[in-house]
């Protein structure tokens, strides 16, 4: 703020000054969160360019929680360039405005391809990942705007939240046809992640091969989507490589390679992995990584150990640590781990009855009906009522979300009539075989 006084005393001893020497000033107040000041050198300012304008406008939207200054003064400029839009568009991504997103890149004279990373981005802020792959689409068919780096990584990482494995095949090719693959490792990184998310590990490690200068992100990327598919060993080997090469790990390559463990069994390795945290990076481990050395060690059976494990750990336990704990309580019959388990699990989610049906179970076959009758009645006292299940289905049109119930879907009926049709198709061709066959006898 010193040195925001020392402009302010030259600013003032200035004999002439021109926008630049008010633009400077007034963005000095806004790097220093000062919107007041700011605000009063604008009113003051004799002349005004679109810089000016523009400076003032996105000092409200990156200051925070000010969209309703922007747009006021937005509405205001005599002369907006596209920057202006893109800014004022940008703000209400950044809010999670989605619809007001909407509306301003529906009014925008001409856009650029930071016009419609804006709206994808809205999207994404918003969760409606399903319109991020419209918008792209509607962008490639539509405009003349070629996407950069930062289109095609938000697309093909809402790909793989999504699972839409043939949407994001067509954003590699898109990817491939500018050149992005040879040069861009956030593309590559992107689409390492998208493959992996969409059950395509080989096509992974495919393209995780093909990248000359790899960065930390592409080592955790591969070496947990190898994890999470199964492939512990080969992680492992990545992880080893990975440190050969003086990468670095971080927490997030750590969940991988605990992941890893966890899916081979290797408790002693874990557990090794997870004090070199401490001792060899100085990482703090997280939830997650807790919540896999948990895993592992309950996997195992080493069910008191577990606890302690629990007991030690630098973070608070989670609901998903507990039902992990209450799981393998059912497998080894070990009812007083369940009941601790189920204990803090109440706490934490009072209203899910799936926990007391797990202990319930318990109960049941070890021959102690009166405590499972008991907590079945608990479960009832809960009045939750499970929330129905949902899926994303790709098409060619692009994706279709449907409802474990059915009854939220618009075309139900027809398609309830579809599903009768093939399943009076597939018993015709069973009686068809079964003739066959007993033809050929």
């Given at each position: 703020?010193?040195?925001?006084?020392?402009?302010?005393k030259?600013?003032?001893?200035?004999?002439?000054?021109?926008?630049?020497?008010?633009?400077?000033?007034?963005?000095?107040?806004?790097?220093?969160k000062d919107?007041?000041s700011?605000?009063?050198?604008?009113?003051?300012?004799?002349?005004?360019?679109?810089?000016?304008?523009?400076?003032m406008?996105?000092?409200?939207?990156?200051?925070?929680?000010?969209?309703e200054?922007?747009?006021?003064?937005?509405?205001?400029?005599?002369?907006?360039?596209?920057?202006?839009?893109?800014t004022?568009?940008?703000?209400?991504?950044?809010?999670?405005?989605?619809?007001?997103?909407?509306?301003?890149f529906?009014?925008?004279?001409?856009?650029?391809?930071?016009?419609w990373n804006?709206?994808?981005?809205g999207?994404?802020?918003?969760?409606?990942?399903?319109?991020?792959?419209?918008?792209?689409?509607?962008?490639?068919?539509?405009d003349?705007?070629?996407p950069?780096d930062?289109t095609?990584?938000?697309v093909?990482s809402?790909?793989?939240?999504?699972?839409?494995?043939?949407f994001?095949?067509?954003?590699?090719k898109?990817?491939?046809?500018?050149?992005?693959?040879?040069?861009?490792?956030?593309?590559?990184?992107?689409?390492?992640?998208?493959?992996?998310?969409?059950?395509?590990i080989?096509?992974?490690?495919?393209?995780?091969?093909?990248?000359?200068?790899?960065?930390?992100?592409?080592?955790?990327?591969?070496?947990?989507?190898?994890?999470?598919?199964?492939?512990?060993?080969e992680?492992?080997?990545?992880?080893?490589?990975?440190?050969?090469?003086?990468?670095?790990?971080?927490?997030i390559?750590?969940?991988?390679?605990?992941?890893?463990?966890?899916?081979?069994?290797?408790?002693?390795?874990?557990?090794?992995?997870y004090?070199?945290?401490?001792?060899?990076?100085?990482?703090?481990?997280?939830?997650?990584?807790?919540?896999?050395?948990?895993?592992?060690l309950?996997?195992?059976?080493?069910?008191?150990?577990?606890?302690?494990?629990i007991?030690?750990?630098?973070?608070e336990?989670?609901?998903?640590?507990?039902?992990?704990?209450?799981?393998?309580?059912k497998?080894y019959?070990?009812?007083?781990v369940?009941?601790?388990a189920?204990?803090?699990?109440?706490?934490?989610?009072?209203?899910?009855?799936?926990?007391?049906?797990?202990?319930s179970?318990?109960?049941?076959?070890l021959?102690?009906?009166?405590?499972?009758?008991?907590?079945?009645?608990?479960?009832?006292?809960?009045?939750?009522?499970?929330?129905?299940g949902?899926?994303?289905?790709?098409?060619?049109?692009?994706?279709?979300?449907?409802y474990s119930?059915?009854?939220k879907?618009?075309?139900?009926?027809?398609?309830?009539?579809?599903?009768r049709?093939?399943?009076?198709?597939?018993?015709?061709?069973?009686d068809?075989?079964?003739?066959?066959q007993?033809h050929?006898i």
């Amino acid at each position: 703020m010193g040195v925001l006084a020392s402009a302010n005393k030259v600013f003032c001893e200035m004999a002439e000054r021109n926008v630049v020497t008010w633009t400077s000033m007034i963005n000095g107040y806004i790097l220093n969160k000062d919107l007041v000041s700011a605000r009063r050198f604008f009113d003051l300012s004799p002349e005004r360019d679109t810089v000016l304008w523009n400076t003032m406008v996105a000092g409200y939207i990156q200051t925070g929680n000010m969209m309703e200054e922007a747009r006021s003064l937005f509405d205001l400029m005599p002369c907006k360039d596209i920057m202006s839009w893109n800014t004022v568009l940008e703000g209400y991504a950044n809010s999670g405005d989605v619809e007001a997103c909407e509306r301003v890149f529906e009014e925008m004279p001409e856009r650029n391809v930071f016009s419609w990373n804006g709206l994808i981005k809205g999207y994404t802020q918003s969760g409606r990942l399903d319109k991020v792959l419209g918008c792209f689409k509607r962008m490639v068919d539509e405009d003349k705007v070629v996407p950069n780096d930062a289109t095609l990584t938000s697309v093909l990482s809402a790909c793989a939240k999504l699972g839409a494995y043939e949407f994001g095949k067509r954003v590699h090719k898109h990817g491939e046809g500018l050149g992005y693959d040879k040069v861009n490792v956030n593309f590559m990184n992107a689409l390492v992640d998208m493959y992996a998310k969409c059950g395509a590990i080989e096509m992974a490690m495919e393209v995780f091969n093909t990248i000359k200068r790899r960065d930390l992100i592409s080592w955790n990327t591969v070496i947990n989507g190898l994890a999470s598919h199964g492939h512990g060993t080969e992680a492992l080997v990545l992880f080893r490589e990975m440190r050969t090469c003086g990468v670095r790990p971080d927490k997030i390559t750590f969940v991988g390679v605990l992941c890893a463990c966890r899916h081979m069994g290797l408790v002693e390795d874990g557990l090794a992995y997870y004090n070199s945290m401490f001792t060899d990076y100085s990482i703090t481990p997280q939830i997650e990584h807790c919540g896999c050395m948990v895993d592992l060690l309950s996997r195992a059976g080493l069910l008191t150990q577990a606890v302690e494990f629990i007991n030690k750990m630098p973070v608070e336990a989670d609901a998903v640590i507990w039902a992990t704990l209450l799981g393998a309580s059912k497998v080894y019959k070990k009812v007083e781990v369940g009941e601790l388990a189920l204990g803090e699990l109440v706490k934490l989610e009072p209203r899910n009855p799936a926990n007391f049906v797990m202990l319930s179970n318990i109960y049941g076959d070890l021959g102690r009906f009166d405590d499972a009758a008991r907590l079945k009645v608990a479960m009832r006292d809960t009045g939750y009522k499970k929330e129905a299940g949902v899926s994303w289905i790709e098409t060619d049109d692009g994706l279709v979300k449907f409802y474990s119930s059915g009854e939220k879907h618009r075309r139900t009926e027809e398609l309830q009539r579809i599903l009768r049709e093939l399943r009076n198709f597939s018993i015709l061709l069973d009686d068809e075989e079964e003739e066959l066959q007993e033809h050929l006898i």
